[in-house]
């Protein structure tokens, strides 16, 4: 998590922290309530494998929309997809599950994993997302993040 802020502020890029409980869930995290989160946008995180095992991706999308499995592959030019196990999550985002976040990017040093990012999630003005760990929120602007993520060299796709 140090190594995550750490990046936050060399990009010169502002963010506040809520601390809570552990949350595995959107559902646990939408307990917790959006007045505690100050109205931002939480966001749900997947980290998926093509069917090989090739390639990786990191699916970024508004807490309330549902993830199409069986849709996704066609819109991102890819094979059947389904969850990568935690090996990959770790080898790849340094994170156990129920952590995952696209602030994880960071120590996908090749770059390798591609970050599918919801496009609603750009009408958003502040985004909810872990910083490595269940019991923190980073509360940051869309844009920074889209920012965060770029300076990874990581590829975007936008769906």
Excluded: W
Excluded at 80 to 101: C, P
Excluded at 120 to 125: G, P, V
Excluded at 132 to 157: C, H, P, R
Aim: charged share 35%; with cysteine.
């Amino acid at each position: 998590m140090e190594e995550i802020l750490a990046k936050l502020k060399e990009l010169n890029i502002k963010y506040e922290i809520k601390n809570h409980i552990p949350v595995y869930t959107i559902e646990e995290m939408d307990r917790l309530g959006k007045d505690f989160f100050n109205g931002a946008c939480i966001c749900k995180n997947l980290f998926l494998r093509d069917q090989k095992g090739k390639r990786h991706f990191l699916y970024v999308l508004r807490e309330d929309k549902t993830a199409n499995l069986s849709e996704l592959p066609d819109k991102i030019e890819s094979t059947r997809l389904s969850f990568a196990s935690e090996e990959r999550l770790k080898k790849y985002l340094n994170v156990e599950k129920g952590a995952v976040t696209p602030l994880a990017i960071l120590f996908d040093k090749d770059a390798d994993v591609e970050v599918i990012f919801d496009k609603d999630l750009l009408k958003e003005d502040v985004l909810g997302v872990h910083p490595g760990v269940n019991t923190k929120t980073v509360l940051i602007k869309s844009q920074d993040l889209i920012k965060y993520i770029e300076a990874n060299k990581n590829k975007i796709i936008y769906i």
